[in-house]
């Protein structure tokens, strides 16, 4: 008889964001007059910027032409494509990174929930919280977690780091010592960032520990302020203990077309094991790669007008953040978030838990967030908007948010 993997039976609930949208439907289908802003998944709603546009033109016009047709992608992903990233995203900024190093995929959410593949199921893993379900869920399914304590809504075998407004959302070193340390900044759900002086006592802590940190930087086009790193690699000796992960999601508006990359050190290894061979093995095994299409696409994000026109959409999304932030804190919301990040993380009124907030808004404001308790026991009393949505639809849930 074939057995399931019993660990998926230790999730609690559906995903996230699965629960949300049916709690969504099921509101609309009740009360079909009624106008649903959505500001609770972080996906984009600009158009994808005209010069990715022309570029995914071309690229399928070369698809249709037997001599400049493409098949299977290269393992790793394009040159052209890993070059452009190398020298932009890391060289440009200090970061010593080649293309090699960058391994081209469909997208971060993959990669984070994959990477603990190449890593034995006995690893401790240490976590923000609240936190991006991603990290934890993937962790349960390979069987890395221990049981669900209900009670305390809290994996046995995880280290749980609190996220607190007392310490502004960025965990204290651990005491107890993790082996993968999951790290995302600028940080989902709570838009908090940390300084590069911070991040360094991490990268020395996860050195003197021979622990490896998975650093999820899918927002960093974000970050507004000087002092901020856009790449664990701005820090000391990072090559020698992080693998970092990038979107093309946020920074570009690929929640629809897919692709990301992640950066594993071509040195970096643990118990004398590099952790490359080992990624190239499992992508080599388990992927065919991005289209060539999406990748020409993503190439054409680093071109001069293509990065002009991702920064205009970029700041067009802060705009709405800081048109929820301003409106917010005007109507008596306790706010963070927004300034370095597309996410606003608000306190609920009145103490009320995340998911009645999350009920009293949908059916007093028609408007839709995510309860922060879905990120984790500290997100309870919590709740996250995203700044994604249209400017039109941003303005008007806030006056509804001024009405509550
Ligand atoms: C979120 O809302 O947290 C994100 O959209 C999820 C994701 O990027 O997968």
Known sequence: MAKINANYKKLPGSYLFSMIGKKVREYQEAHPEAKIIRLGIGDVTQPIAPKVIETLHSAVDEMGDASTFKGYA???GYEFLRSVIAEKDY?????????????VSDGAKCDCGNIQ???D???????????????VDSNVMAGRTGAYD????????????????????????????????????????????????????????????????????????YISEEDVPHSIYECDGAKECAIEFRSFSKTAGFTGLRLGFTVIPKDLETGGERLWPLWARRHGTKYNGAPYIVQKAGE?????????????????????AKIILDGLKGAGFEVSGGVNAPYI???TPRNMTSWEFFDYLLSEANVVGTPGSGFGPHGEHYFRLTAFGSRENTVEAVERFKTL
């Open 117 to 119: 593949e190449i890593f």
């Open 150 to 221: 209900a009670a305390a809504e809290r994996f046995e075998n995880v280290i749980y780091m609190p996220c607190t407004a007392e310490n502004g959302f960025v965990p204290d070193l651990p005491e107890e010592i993790p082996d993968l340390i999951y790290l995302c900044f600028p940080n989902n759900p709570t838009g908090a960032v940390i300084k590069k002086a911070e991040l360094q006592k991490w990268v020395d802590f996860a050195r003197k520990h021979d622990s490896i940190i998975l650093y999820d930087a899918a927002y960093e086009a």
């Open 91 to 103: 060289r440009d900024r200090g970061c010593d990174i080649s293309a090699d190093e960058i391994f």
């Open 74 to 76: 290269p393992d790793l």
């Open 121 to 135: 199921t006995g690893n401790r893993i240490a976590v923000c919280d609240p936190v991006y379900p991603v990290y």
């Open 300 to 320: 054409a994000v680093y071109s001069p007008e293509g990065r002009q026109q991702v920064r205009e959409q970029i700041a067009y999304y802060m705009g709405n």
């Open 345 to 347: 993380w608000l306190k």
